[in-house]
């Protein structure tokens, strides 16, 4: 009987491809810069400051007062805007929120700088107000 000759067994190649998956969509990148309620006492404001440092931001955001006439007004300014509100002068603003009003919503694309959002009771004599906000800024 003659010797059979050795099967060679080969391994098969395999080939792991990996699923193909769209790129990632790009998700906003959103950070909020006011996030509270707060009393704006009478003939007063409150203001916050806003640097934004990227070229372009949308700033978004929403608010409502209570208190007295449930209103208040509402403005963004610059910084020269502001040096000249808080003197009692006119201002050029980013956002006016058109006097006084109960509920509104900011929507506004800033070039990099600083921004004043300032909440004006001034008006009222006698009544403070509690200001509700969420301003969010981000691409």
């Known amino acids: 009987m003659q010797p ?3 099967i060679q067994r080969q391994n098969p190649i395999v080939t792991q491809v990996a699923p193909v998956r769209p790129p990632p969509e790009r998700t906003a990148q959103r950070a909020a810069v006011v996030d509270k309620t707060f009393p704006v006492s009478a003939q007063q404001y409150v203001y916050y400051t806003i640097p934004l440092s990227t070229a372009t931001t949308h700033l978004t ?3 409502t007062a209570q208190g007295g ?4 007004e509402v403005l963004v300014l610059d910084q020269d805007g502001f040096t000249n509100f808080s003197n009692k002068h006119a201002a050029q603003t980013y956002y006016n929120s ?3 009003v109960t509920t509104g919503t900011i929507d506004l694309h800033l070039a990099a700088g600083t921004y004043y959002v300032v909440f004006n ?3 009222s004599i006698l ?3 509690v200001v509700t906000v969420k301003i969010e800024a981000g691409d």
């Open 69 to 72: 006439g449930n209103d208040i």
């Open 4 to 6: 059979q000759p050795a």
């Open 98 to 100: 058109g006097g006084y």
């Open 121 to 123: 009771n001034s008006r």
């Open 127 to 129: 009544t403070n107000k």
């Open 61 to 63: 955001g929403h608010y």
